[in-house]
Nanobody, 126 residues
Framework: QAQLVESGGGLVQTGGSLRLSCAAA????????MAWFRQAPGKEREFVAA????????DYADSVKDRFTISRDNAKNTAYLQMTSLKLEGTAVYYC???????????????????WGQGTQVTVSS
């Protein structure tokens, strides 16, 4: 059974940076997409960024474009989310997700993904 394990969350001041990691165990997702979502209290889970593992192409939500970078390390079977210039509204639980199906474009809805990590808390303070 595949598992995704996130790490790297924490407390950071506005304007600061954090790097989240998502280690995949049990299988690889090299033919498919991996993504990061986030969920703030009282809000729906929202798409943050996605990467097509095989070629490294990426897509981002408009709210994080030019500030966040998604990447992957094939050898470590790990995806990353580098977050810079963090804002207060970035406070949320961040989840990594992996699809076990092929999509021609970047899926941005939670139902498109088959595997989820447990989430890691990111808190941005003023």
């Amino acid at each position: 059974q595949a598992q995704l394990v996130e790490s790297g969350g924490g407390l950071v001041q506005t304007g600061g940076s954090l790097r989240l990691s998502c280690a995949a165990a049990g299988r690889t997702f090299r033919g498919y997409h991996m993504a990061w979502f986030r969920q703030a209290p009282g809000k729906e889970r929202e798409f943050v960024a996605a990467i097509r593992w095989s070629v490294g192409s990426t897509d981002y939500a408009d709210s994080v474009k030019d500030r966040f970078t998604i990447s992957r390390d094939n050898a470590k079977n790990t995806a990353y989310l580098q977050m810079t210039s963090l804002k207060l509204e970035g406070t949320a639980v961040y989840y990594c997700a992996a699809a076990a199906r092929y999509y021609s474009d970047f899926p941005k809805t939670p139902l498109s993904y088959d595997y989820w990590g447990q989430g890691t808390q990111v808190t941005v303070s003023s």
